[in-house]
């Protein structure tokens, strides 16, 4: 499972004061440990280590966070391998029935699959050649998405989206355009990036 470096360095903490002392650290010893002034910078890596399902927390009580043994943590789940994206060109449909096997985690409540990405047209949202990107197909989206969506007329597109006094701003930098909220169709949003390495 993909862990960012601060991720893997606040779960090995975590492990090893709960080893140590036989309870949870509370999020400002966390924050103290690493040098984190904000409470809420650390909740935002916790917060994400339990979605991963590596650590299990009870809401609104200090020192209630616990590791998730290896035999209870999430399965892998099969997704299809739809098609691949490069940048801004349409998603282009494959006819394979190739099958990607991700975390649970990011498999939405709705149909999920992934999107081989080809090229470098989407490092400005951090995504590079030969990754995968996991879609869940839904058409409501919240401002600033990465969404699969098009405009009538136009083949799906992977970008960023933001609303603007009716009119939709498609994608970002130089290749951004704009289009009346009623001609855009979403048809799915980013659920998370698979790196290949």
């Known amino acids: 499972m993909a ?44 917060t994400n280590l339990v979605r991963k ?67 470098d047209g989407l490092r400005g949202e951090q995504i590079r050649h030969g990754d995968f990107v996991i879609i869940e197909e839904r058409r409501h989206f919240d401002d600033g998405h990465l969404v699969v969506a098009l405009v009538h007329g136009e083949q799906p597109r992977v970008c960023r989206l933001k609303t603007d006094a009716g009119q939709i701003r498609l994608g970002s930098g130089e290749a951004a355009r704009t289009a009346p909220r009623d001609r855009v169709e979403v048809r799915g949003v980013v659920r998370g990036v698979l790196r290949r390495c």
């Open 53 to 119: 399902g590596l650590l299990r927390r009870s809401w609104n009580q200090n020192r209630s966070i616990e590791v998730v043994k290896e035999d209870e943590a999430p399965r892998a789940v099969e997704i299809p391998l739809l098609g691949r994206i490069a940048g801004d060109r349409p998603v282009e449909v494959m006819g394979s029935r190739e099958m990607l096997s991700v975390p649970s985690w990011l498999v939405g409540h709705g149909r999920t699959y992934a999107l081989t990405v080809d090229g």
């Open 3 to 46: 862990l960012t470096r601060r991720q893997k360095q606040i779960f090995d903490y975590i492990n090893e004061f709960i080893e140590r002392h036989g309870y949870s650290p509370s999020l400002e010893e966390i924050g103290r440990h690493f040098g984190l002034s904000s409470v809420a910078t650390v909740h935002k890596h916790v």
